[in-house]
């Protein structure tokens, strides 16, 4: 198993997000990553409408996935986003996150957080750092990484 795979398959296990958010982990590659959600009741504020925090959630995964498929462990150490739309209960929502930069300690990503009709809901954008030198088995395990 490649690389790619074998962060990607971490990440899906041991993320709890994913699973308590129902998450869709759509692509993944060095620097990229798209994941999906349904929004359900359990991601509803008090507006009756998707909660921020569950939209930043779905756009943090992206940016885990797309971080660390490089193979090496990096953090947040910075995150921001923007709300464009209100989502309600039933619609489909996208994070394509992107990596922007990507030196020896630090990177930068963006995610766009998009409807079904392709329509923007927000922007995400966040600071990496690399905590590991190449050693992905610590992270993901591994066959003699």
């Known amino acids: 198993m490649d690389i790619v795979s074998r962060v990607t398959e971490?990440?899906?296990?041991?993320?709890?997000?994913?699973?308590?958010?129902?998450?869709e982990i759509e692509k993944t590659e060095p620097g990229l990553a798209r994941v999906s959600m349904k929004v359900g009741p359990d991601h509803l504020n008090a507006a009756r409408l998707c909660h921020g925090a569950a939209l930043f959630a779905l756009a943090d995964v992206a940016f885990a996935l797309a971080a660390n498929c490089h193979g090496r462990m990096a953090l947040a150490i910075e995150a921001s986003m923007n709300y464009f739309r209100p989502v309600k209960e039933g619609?489909?929502?996208?994070?394509?996150?992107?990596?922007?930069?990507?030196?020896r300690r630090t990177g930068t990503y963006f995610a766009t957080v998009t409807g079904e009709d392709g329509k923007k809901?927000?922007?995400?954008?966040?600071?990496?750092?690399?905590?590991?030198?190449?050693?992905?088995?610590?992270?993901?395990?591994s066959d003699k990484a």
């Open 91 to 103: 619609s489909r929502v996208l994070a394509v996150c992107q990596e922007e930069f990507q030196g």
């Open 121 to 141: 809901i927000a922007i995400f954008k966040a600071t990496s750092f690399t905590i590991d030198d190449g050693n992905v088995s610590a992270f993901a395990g």
């Open 10 to 23: 971490h990440i899906r296990q041991h993320d709890r997000l994913i699973e308590i958010f129902n998450m």
